[in-house]
């Protein structure tokens, strides 16, 4: 179905951009982001001005083992999953000012603030569970945020645990039902987003930060409910991953910070193409333009 979401326009105290006024969806998810006018210049957030013991910023990276690259991931991986060469190490965990806040509402975020060349990889729904992915998840140390939703997801949890384990990602909320939110009440919406919050912890062992609204669509009663059930962040995205193509927010090109959007799908939502088969293409789109993946939840 498609679906037009008109963005809130929540700022998160300066630290988030919130750039895309409108998101054009379809399918299961949105297909695209559009720019908006409001995203700041990159930059990153204040630092505390309190000086604090000198710790080091920045771990010396240990040598490389042989046959493997700064990421520790072996250099025949990369070829065996279709890569002409290594993903570069994402930087250290940035220290900085927290974007997710203790209290108040969540933020509402599409990419991160930051000059770090890195953009983030977050998969939707769960539909497809192709064990071959977790493998590839393993074997390139993938660090995915997986945004769940009961009713596709839940018959197999354990396969998102896996994968979960594989890459150093994390499990998310996105409703049990996969429901155009902006058609509930906040009862409704509640519903949705909470009880997928207790199932995911249960299930999980934690409670998640981030929610994403289905087709990105979202209303102020999203984000007062999703408070309300501990949700610190809605999670949108500026690019999305077609079967063959990055489809951009903005001209033809990744910026730092960026949020990117991809599904579980298999081969009859790919037209014959697996999920590996489409991460490895979207994994190329990165590398080409100088980027590397990093994990969302350490830039928050
Ligand atoms: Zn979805």
Known sequence: ??????????????????GVLVVGASGCAGQGAGAGPGAPPDGTAAKSATPGPATPKKAAPAPAAPGTDARGVPLKAYTRWGLAGPLAPAPARPDRTPVLKASGPPVVLD????????????????AEKDPRFIKMVGDLKLPISMFLTDSVAGSDYGHFARLRDAGGGAIQNHTTGHANLRTLSYEGQRAQICHQQDRLAARFGTRPALFRPPYGNYNDDTVRAAGSCGVRALV?????????????AEGDSLKPGDIVLAHFRGPDELKGSTITEMTARMLRRIQ???FTVARLEDYL
């Open 236 to 248: 949108l995205w500026r690019e999305s991953m077609q079967i063959h193509n990055m489809r951009y």
């Open 1 to 18: 179905m498609r679906g037009r979401a008109r963005r809130s326009g929540l700022w998160a105290a300066g630290a988030v951009a919130i």
């Open 111 to 126: 990419r991160v603030r930051t000059r770090d060349k890195v953009v983030f990889l977050t998969f939707d729904d769960g």
């Open 288 to 290: 080409d333009q100088g």
